[in-house]
């Protein structure tokens, strides 16, 4: 089993960059694909992009492909997705989530373990 715990969320603006990261426990994150997904008010939850166990497989959404940019490392338990051009459309609750079959596409259904969430917030 993991936990996870995400940070680096906040108000930003149109154009502007964050970094989230991603700190899991439990000596089975590197053997874990990752994801991260995000939630509007009012709307299901979507998937942003995933990254397998090694970080050599990666999967976005169209949204926000060439944007955001999921990395991983494993020596510190952590992944990271990296925001640049960031649209008041992106504003949502991000959240991480593992796997541990490997999995990195886009059900959410597939991930068992999920962070809390971060608030992301664009203005424009």
């Known amino acids: 089993q993991v936990q996870l715990v995400e940070s680096g969320g906040g108000l930003v603006q149109a154009g502007d960059s964050l970094r989230l990261s991603c700190a899991a426990s439990?000596?089975?994150?590197?053997?874990?694909?990752m994801g991260w997904f995000r939630q509007a008010p009012g709307k299901e939850r979507e998937f942003v992009t995933a990254?397998?166990?090694?970080?050599?497989?990666?999967n976005y959404a169209d949204s926000v492909k060439g944007r955001f940019t999921i990395s991983r490392d494993n020596a510190k338990n952590t992944v990271y997705l990296q925001m640049n051009s960031l649209k008041p459309e992106d504003t949502a609750v991000y959240y991480c989530a593992a796997n541990p079959s490997d999995y990195y596409g886009s059900n959410p259904a597939m991930f068992p373990y999920w962070g809390q969430g971060t608030q992301v917030t664009v203005s424009s």
């Open positions: 990254i397998d166990w090694s970080g050599g497989r990666l």
């Open positions: 439990g000596r089975t994150f590197s053997s874990y694909a």
